[in-house]
């Protein structure tokens, strides 16, 4: 097979490579914005890297993602499938035009791209956090201006749509992990948006107390719900089922990469409490904020994007996958406490030694 992949030199994207570099023998064009990057990827990587990856020079944000004409000419009718994974993975809604740009914008050059090439397949990463503000996630498509927390979410909504409008053309998928941690086996995670972001938050505002060495027993509060979940789940499974969907996608299914038994909230901080050796955090519910002190406000504004995550709990439905998976050796995610300590650990065992 002959797969073409945005997003390479990213969390997800670097780990799907090094899977099908391992696990297949396809040739694997990369499109990527930055060369440097990617040839230091590439170098790192084990194997057959060199004959295997051709490096495109790349940029979604382009019409055909900057590809040249005459690029595109030696492409046409080679590419089987499509992985479109590149994307701006930022909640803020100051960033809102950016991430229609990329992610919006950016899936509708790489759906024009592949339909010139004669692409077979596209397969788009979503994100399971499309499900807005419902509490159930379905495997379906939601409603174009279903209710949402911010312009990452709605930017993927409506690429999903897009992606879905495609079908009379090549056979698209859609796949939606929820929040992506570190690998199950190595804790290994190179990231940092979503819980990466937060934990580098909770870290920053523990440097800060500690200089000031303000009283050990003061206790912190964030806001959020001690019992709804966070739904984690690890890059290597998530990058494991993109690799079987090569041979094993159905064309117009959509399938959620999620947890099955999430962890709450109270167990997830006291990790991160534990990894963080920083005890004077808990969790606040229903509170009013000008009732916290002037830390907490602080602490609570460097987080407040993911307050929508932590106050409330989704459970999703992840049928297809499961069916996606069965008679593989790709396991339904079953990640114990144990496991996650050791993934929350690992990031705060590389920051430390960053910082040394
Ligand atoms: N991380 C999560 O928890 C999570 C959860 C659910 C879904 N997802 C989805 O999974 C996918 C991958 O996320 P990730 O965490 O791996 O993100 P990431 O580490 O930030 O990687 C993003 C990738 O997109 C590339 N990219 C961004 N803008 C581009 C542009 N204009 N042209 C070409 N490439 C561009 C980046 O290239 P550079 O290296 O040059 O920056 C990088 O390779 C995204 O679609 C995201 O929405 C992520």
């Given at each position: 097979?002959t ?8 969390f997800?994207g ?17 499109l990527?914005?930055?060369m ?11 194997g057959?890297?060199d ?10 944000t382009?019409?055909f993602?900057g590809l040249?004409?005459?690029t595109?000419?030696?492409l046409?009718g080679k ?5 479109h994974?590149a994307?701006l ?10 991430l ?6 950016g899936?509708e050059?790489a759906l ?11 397969l ?7 499900v807005?503000?419902?509490?159930h996630?379905?495997?379906e ?9 911010n ?13 879905l ?5 090549m056979a ?6 929820s929040?992506?941690?570190?690998d ?13 972001g937060f934990?580098?938050a909770?870290?920053?505002?523990k440097?800060?107390?500690i ?16 019992n709804a ?7 290597n ?6 690799a ?8 117009g299914?959509?399938?959620?990469i ?7 909230n ?7 409490k534990n990894?963080?050796?920083f005890n004077?955090l ?8 000008q ?9 609570n ?25 069965e008679?593989t ?8 406490d ?13 920051r ?5």
């Open positions: 097979m797969i073409l992949l945005t997003g390479s030199t990213g997800l670097g780990k799907l490579l090094n899977n099908l570099l391992e696990t297949t023998d396809h040739t694997l064009f990369v990527v914005r930055d440097e990057k990617a040839e230091k990827l590439v170098a790192n990587l084990a057959q890297a004959s295997r990856i051709k490096l495109l020079h790349g940029d979604i382009q019409p993602c040249s004409e005459e595109i000419q030696q046409t590419v089987d499938l499509f992985y994974i994307a993975v930022k909640f803020d809604e100051e960033l809102r035009e950016e229609f740009t990329v992610n919006y914008g899936t050059h024009e791209l592949a339909v010139t090439l004669h692409v077979k397949q596209f788009y990463v979503s994100t399971a956090y499309t807005g503000k419902r509490s996630g379905v495997e498509l939601y409603p174009i201006n279903s209710e949402i927390h312009p990452y979410e709605e930017s993927k909504v409506k690429s999903e749509h897009l992606v409008s495609y079908a009379d053309q698209v998928s859609i796949f939606r992990p929040i992506i941690v570190g199950s086996e190595t804790g290994e995670a190179d990231s940092e948006f979503t819980l990466y934990m580098r909770l870290d920053v505002f440097r800060r107390v200089r000031k060495a303000s009283n050990a027993d003061t206790i912190y509060h964030v806001i959020g719900s001690k979940t966070s739904n984690l789940v690890p890059v499974y998530v990058a494991d089922i993109l079987l969907a090569a041979k094993k996608a159905e064309a299914v959509i399938y959620n999620t947890n099955p038994s999430p962890a709450t109270y167990d997830l901080l006291t990790m991160i990894a963080l050796n004077q808990a969790i606040i519910e229903d509170v009013d904020v009732t916290l002190t002037t830390e907490e406000q602080q602490l504004g460097m987080i407040s994007v993911f307050n929508a995550y932590l106050s409330r709990s989704f459970n999703f439905d992840d049928s297809n996958t499961q069916r996606l998976i008679g050796a790709v396991q339904h995610l079953d990640m114990n144990k496991t996650m300590q050791m993934i929350i650990d690992a990031y705060f065992n590389v430390v030694d960053d910082v040394n």
